[in-house]
């Protein structure tokens, strides 16, 4: 386990998730690579290439806003120049707490800096208030 | 992209769904690296670990039984020795349809053999007939 590129790692997807939770979507648009895949729960197939998820996320810019989040149990494992981070996400809004899986599989471009290439979201459960 | 590894990749994963599909998690417990981490939509955190998915998954043994499947454009990421395989899944059974997301992070072992350490499957949408 290289602990510098796991820390990197969880550093760079903590700063995207909470832009994101707070309706900015630019610091995950500029994490993710050309060929980016994605797998959102509304949309029913897959989506590639980094344009068509600009659009998507273009369209709930300024949407989002969130109390707080907690990045539950982070785990990179890595092996040469790709890793997958895996998480659980709780999300905090008002009375409600929102629990998602998240995958993301990161690439090195090049002088450890690291891109996104896969991402894939879906919810656990909904507990209200 | 590596032709060799995609093709292999795409078919150990039709085999071992094709099995699990009807009720032998074996072919996907061999799959597994002894770190696996794995997203379940019906578990509320991330499983951690070879023994603990073994426990899920020989409690479906037997208990699954579909029609058929069909993996709908699946896409390997590779870079050296990791490769992300996504697709959309479609299992029919009766008059069912249900709809899956799936992500599989393969990691080279050595000799060519690739190993599974992270899977995420979630549901799309369920449609009945």
Redesign the interface.
Known sequence: MNMDATEKIIALERTAMAAWLNGDPSPFLELYSE?F?Y?D?S????L?GWDKVKVLYEGMRGKLKTDRFEM??P?V?Q??????L???LDIYSGDTLW?E?C?E?Y??VGDGEWKI??S?F????VKMG
Do not use: C, I
């Not at 092996?79 to 997958?84: K, N, Q, W, Y």
């Not at 879906?122 to 459960?125: H, R």
């Open positions: 060929d895949t797998f729960p949309v029913e197939r897959r590639d539950v149990n785990v494992q092996d040469g120049s790709m890793a997958v895996s998480y659980n629990k899986n995958t599989v690439r090195l290439v896969h894939h879906s919810p656990t459960m």
